[in-house]
């Protein structure tokens, strides 16, 4: 057949198939037409009146345009961001090209990233929807065991930062970044319920918010950074387009319900005060890093409003008539509504509120005042006030323009209350919170109460044996918080956290009740009194609590920390500022006025607010410690200047490198030698940060490269938790080797006594490195100058402080010009001898003209009880009234071994010495023997232990160290290891056991064994251990070397004391 011929058959065909589609065509939009006619004929058929048509015609069109308005902003979002270059460039015609914004940097190079890597993250969303999130929602509930994700698709439209901003300012410890973001995207995601025929969706979101990530602490090992913190400083913007059943949220009073609860759910989890935390590394104190200390309180005085718009109209306009004011105040989560007024335009409310400041910067007050009406309440403007302007002023006491109106301002009070770990000043706290007087209910908080919640331990069961599901409810005064569940567990896991407004704590208890979900099973319960709190140090309790009616081992760990709310005495009451004239001026972004207009809004000057008399330090100030490392000696280094290409063995010229925080040491040389003894110190203050760690390495000096002898590493942590170690330390990465370090985490004390007794130890101390052991440690705070001298041309000088002592110096930064900078930083020195050593602080204009100094002898720091000074200081060289604002603390460093010599010195006369260690680095040459007064060859050995209870941990732990002179078992020496149990333990389960050292009788363990114990189990245990020689089943050699029995209530467990023991030799 031909073309030709099979021409009419396809035209016949397509003729059909267009014919088909007309009639499908015509039978669908009789369906649409009999569907739109149906609700008509249903309403007369069951007799429903014409409004009720045209209501349900109503609410059809309001969801209409409803959902037309969302897809248009969707759409002007998505059309926004792809086309942002073009769209400002003809917005902003004359913009220059030179002109940036410093503050906030674009990052196109990471939005380019994130394109190209969108389609895989989708993959990911995609698997955890599926495979995570689905199995866990239909575990939840038996009405949802039929859910599934039925499409996941979340679009080409990536998310964008339009701007970060990096704030490095604050806190050398953490990085702090503000992530502007914008997401407009095409994301589909369909869930299906087939058990109940529902499906729902989201076809497309907006989302556009400031997000904070906060980079600490920052750490000197990988990966640099300890955790990450992310959170919403205020709600995000957030535009959901739905489909399926979740159509009906899009219904005008509906979508605007269905929006906010969902930002409830995300605020429940990402805006302030709630923060979402990734660890980094191991032993971080998570609960810490989610739920900080507040960055302090702000009282707000709402006091009163004037020329608000009158929206209570009469004759619909013609006459004006009053409003109904009132406001709403927030910061974060935290909202206040004031009550309103009837019919006044110039209200006074004279409230007063106290909120939490978390993030500053960043935080903000906004302030809406409506109009009170019975259906819809009316706009009548709002303000807002950056809280970090509040910290740095004290006191804010000013009229503010209301925006978005054509008139209208509001008086505020604004108090920054900082947050003190001292109760010294509480009685004045109290005594002038007595003054204030206010409409609201509550009365002025004199201190703020944050209780962690961490864990609990052994609770009772439920009935047949069951595991309760525990929740916790904390009750203060009249106010009830409640954790979260721990479903199906008795050690349950919270880690939440809860702050309380206390206004006496004199007066006031903690009440805990762990209860099992029902609420009514009660499994324990606590009862703490905030006094006991008040004779704490730093006001903080932080340990395991017994519970009462409960089980007999049921204990709950609690975090409780109280801050006592003081006002900067620089911040005293000052007459307010008069409201300003008129709406519209230089005001009307709610900027502080006295911050444009220095003598005050209304032309008028105010009176000076009186300075402060003491500092105002952050909470971590004088927190550091200092760690001592004494380099004793190496042995069996490894031969590496060889001769004749290795045919003969020589010597090396061992060195040692120490890191640690950032700082190298490096010992002096040993020529020849491969058992050197360095005998050197070395002093460093080190900050306590999670996974900071020391290394040590060994070199052999070459006139070339020098050769590699071997390293270690020690966390600080294990070295803060133990205090003091004296040990052998093996090399790694090479064949042998072993160094001999005498380490020691310096307490701090302010026991001017114990003065005498420090410098008398230094003086029987020598090292080759010609270093005196350190006395003190000396802290330096400075807040600011006042007065200072003007520079030669008439300017202000741009002022910067450097702090010397001895050969050490430090500078401040350089502040903005101005005769009463500002710095509050601090700064801390190795003190020798504080008798004899001067503190100087010299000012100058950015380095060069000098502007004063203040030279302090540190005997004066001595005169006070507390080695503290903090107070103003008159400089030299400058005008009469220039001073400057410092505290200066000193700590003394009592090493325990100026405790050892004096229990030895006391007891010397008695039958038997015992130290409370012995330390072996007293004696730094090779010990092959030794000898005990009084048991000569009466004894196997001796073991090295150190015995001490961690309260941070709660856990006994028992490290053992090493073994010397142990009794030969045969000709090669023994092969020893040691084992022990905690008695009274008949099954078992405290035996521990050392690994095994081969012909060794001298052995080095360095073994730690923790157990989960309280101080008060852990005084009730006998230690029963013993050295024993690993032999097989046939053979005849001894295996037991010696034993030692100790009560572990004959020792201070919390020293944790390091100590060689005398093991008895096995009876014939």
């Known amino acids: 057949m031909t073309s030709a011929d099979a021409d009419p058959g396809v035209e016949r065909g397509a003729t059909i198939a267009a014919a088909g589609e007309r009639a499908a065509g015509v039978l669908r939009s009789f369906g649409k037409y009999l569907g739109a006619l149906l609700p008509v004929y249903l309403a007369g058929y069951f007799g429903f009146g014409i409004s009720v048509v045209l209501l349900g015609l109503m609410i059809y069109m309001g969801w209409k345009h409803s959902r037309l308005k969302k897809v248009l902003r969707l759409k002007s979002a998505v059309y926004l961001l792809e086309n942002e270059r073009a769209f400002t460039s003809e917005s902003v015609r004359d913009l220059p090209p030179w002109v940036s914004f410093p503050d906030v940097e674009k990052v196109e190079w990471f939005n380019k990233i994130v394109q190209q890597a969108w389609p895989f993250i989708g993959q990911y969303m995609e698997k955890l929807l599926v495979?995570?999130?689905?199995?866990?929602?239909?575990?939840?509930?038996?009405?949802?065991?039929?859910?599934?994700?039925?499409?996941?698709?979340?679009?080409?439209?990536?998310?964008?930062?339009?701007?970060?901003?990096?704030?490095?300012?604050?806190?050398?410890?953490?990085?702090?970044?503000?992530?502007?973001?914008?997401?407009?995207?095409?994301?589909?995601?369909?869930?299906?319920?087939?058990?109940?025929?529902?499906?729902?969706?989201?076809?497309?979101?907006?989302?556009?918010?400031?997000?904070?990530?906060?980079?600490?602490?920052?750490?000197?090992?990988?990966?640099?950074?300890?955790?990450?913190?992310?959170?919403?400083?205020?709600?995000?913007?957030?535009?959901?387009?739905?489909?399926?059943?979740?159509?009906?949220?899009?219904?005008?009073?509906?979508?605007?319900?269905?929006?906010?609860m969902i930002m409830d759910a995300i605020a429940s989890y990402l805006v302030l005060p709630n923060r979402l935390t990734v660890p980094l590394v191991a032993d971080l104190q998570v609960a810490q890093l989610r739920s900080p200390l507040p960055r302090g309180v702000v009282r707000i005085h709402l006091v009163e409003a004037e020329d608000l718009t009158a929206k209570d109209t009469v004759i619909k306009g013609l006459i004006d008539g009053k409003s109904d004011p009132y406001a709403v105040l927030r910061v974060g989560t935290q909202i206040f509504t004031s009550h309103h007024v009837d019919s006044n335009l110039n209200p006074q409310w004279r409230e007063?509120?106290?909120?939490?400041?978390?993030?500053?910067?960043?935080?903000?007050?906004?302030?809406?005042?409506?109009?009170?009406?019975?259906?819809?309440?009316?706009?009548?403007?709002?303000?807002?006030?950056d809280l970090a302007i509040v910290k740095k002023a004290r006191v804010v006491d000013d009229w503010f323009n209301l925006k978005d109106v054509p008139s209208g301002s509001v008086h505020l009070r604004l108090e920054w209350l900082s947050l003190l770990s001292s109760a010294s000043r509480l009685s004045e706290v109290i005594q002038k919170n007595q003054n204030l007087t206010s409409k609201t209910a509550d009365p002025p908080s004199a201190a703020i109460l944050a209780i962690y919640l961490?864990?609990?331990?052994?609770?009772?069961?439920?009935?047949g044996n069951k595991d309760p599901s525990p929740m916790v409810q904390i009750s203060v005064q009249d106010t009830t918080k409640e954790s979260k569940t721990c479903y199906g567990t008795n050690s349950p896991v919270w880690g939440d956290a809860f702050t309380f407004f206390i206004p006496d704590p004199r007066k006031q208890d903690i009440d805990i009740q762990v209860k099992d979900d029902d609420r009514v099973l009660s499994l324990g319960n606590l009862t703490i009194s905030l006094i006991r709190l008040l004779s704490t140090p730093e006001l903080t309790m932080d340990q395991w609590f017994q519970l009462k009616n409960s089980g007999s081992a049921s204990r709950i760990y609690v975090k409780i920390v109280l801050r006592v709310l003081w006002l900067s005495e620089d911040a005293t009451p000052t007459t307010p500022s008069p409201r300003p004239s008129a709406a519209g001026s230089g005001m009307a972004q709610g900027r502080i006025p006295s911050e444009l207009n220095p003598m005050g809004p209304g032309g008028l000057a105010k009176p000076p607010p009186t300075r402060p008399q003491h500092t105002t330090p952050d909470q971590e100030f004088a927190t550091e410690g200092v760690l001592r490392i004494h380099l004793v000696e190496a042995q069996n280094l490894i031969a590496k200047d060889n001769f004749m290409g290795g045919m003969v063995k020589g010597k090396s010229d061992p060195y040692v490198k120490i890191r640690v925080a950032g700082i190298t040491y490096r010992s002096h040389t040993i020529k020849e030698n491969l058992n050197p003894i360095w005998n050197e110190l070395y002093e460093v203050i080190l900050t306590q940060l999670p996974g900071q760690e020391i290394q040590f390495e060994l070199f052999d000096k070459d006139l070339d490269q020098d050769d590699f002898l071997g390293r270690f590493k020690l966390n600080l942590r294990d070295i803060i938790s133990t205090q003091f170690s004296d040990t052998w330390y093996t090399l790694n990465d090479v064949k042998s080797g072993r160094v001999h370090l005498v380490l020691e985490w310096l307490p701090k004390s302010s026991e001017i006594p114990r003065l005498e007794q420090i410098l008398?130890?230094?003086?029987?101390?020598?090292?080759?490195?010609?270093v005196v052991p350190s006395a003190a440690v000396l802290f330096v705070y400075v807040e600011r100058a006042h007065g200072l001298p003007l520079k030669k041309n008439g300017k202000e000088p741009k002022a910067g402080a450097d702090i010397i002592l001895k050969s050490v110096s430090h500078r401040t930064k350089v502040c903005e010009r101005s005769t009463s900078p500002r710095w509050d930083e601090a700064f801390h020195f190795l003190v020798r001898d504080p008798r004899d050593e001067v503190l100087t602080v010299k000012l100058s204009n950015n380095w060069g003209q000098a502007l004063g100094s203040l030279t302090l002898p540190l005997k004066e720091v001595l005169t006070d009880l507390g080695l503290v000074l903090d107070r103003w200081f008159n400089l030299e060289g400058a005008l009469p009234e220039s001073q400057i604002l410092l505290k200066v603390m000193l700590k003394l460093l009592d090493t325990q071994l100026t405790a050892c010599r004096r229990d030895a010195d006391d007891e010397i006369g008695g039958e038997q010495v015992i130290p409370r260690w012995v330390p072996s680095h007293l004696d730094i040459r090779p010990r092959n023997a030794f000898s005990v007064p009084g048991e000569t060859g009466s004894t196997a050995g001796q073991v090295k232990l150190t015995i001490g209870y961690s309260t941070e941990e709660s856990r006994l732990l028992i490290t053992i160290h090493s073994c010397r002179a142990l009794a030969s078992c045969s000709k090669d020496g023994a092969d020893s290891y040691v084992t022990f149990i905690l008695l009274p333990d008949k099954k078992s389960t405290t035996k521990r056991r050392t690994a095994t050292k081969?012909?060794?009788?001298?052995?080095?363990?360095?073994?730690?064994?923790?157990?989960?114990f309280t101080l008060e189990e852990s005084i009730q245990r006998r230690l029963d251990l013993s050295v024993k020689n690993s032999v097989s089943f046939m053979s005849r050699e001894r295996e037991l070397i010696g034993k030692l029995q100790l009560d572990l209530d004959q020792i201070d467990l919390k020293a944790a004391v390091t100590q060689w023991y005398d093991l008895v030799a096995e009876a014939n």
């Open 760 to 770: 008398q130890y230094q003086t029987q101390q020598s090292y080759q490195n010609k």
């Open 454 to 463: 961490d864990q609990a331990h052994d609770l009772p069961m439920r009935k």
């Open 131 to 260: 495979e995570t999130i689905a199995p866990a929602i239909r575990a939840s509930s038996i009405h949802l065991q039929t859910l599934s994700f039925t499409k996941v698709n979340i679009g080409d439209k990536a998310v964008k930062v339009v701007g970060v901003k990096a704030h490095t300012e604050l806190d050398r410890r953490q990085v702090i970044l503000d992530l502007y973001l914008s997401y407009a995207g095409d994301v589909e995601v369909n869930v299906e319920i087939k058990k109940y025929f529902c499906k729902a969706g989201v076809k497309g979101v907006q989302l556009h918010g400031k997000l904070r990530v906060i980079l600490e602490p920052l750490i000197g090992d990988m990966p640099l950074v300890g955790a990450i913190t992310m959170f919403f400083i205020c709600r995000p913007k957030l535009d959901i387009n739905w489909t399926g059943l979740t159509n009906l949220l899009d219904i005008p009073g509906l979508n605007a319900m269905s929006d906010t």
């Open 352 to 385: 007063m509120y106290e909120v939490i400041v978390h993030e500053v910067p960043g935080q903000e007050l906004e302030v809406e005042v409506f109009d009170k009406d019975p259906d819809q309440d009316d706009f009548l403007g709002r303000v807002k006030v």
């Open 998 to 1012: 081969k012909r060794d009788l001298n052995p080095e363990f360095n073994e730690r064994f923790d157990f989960d």
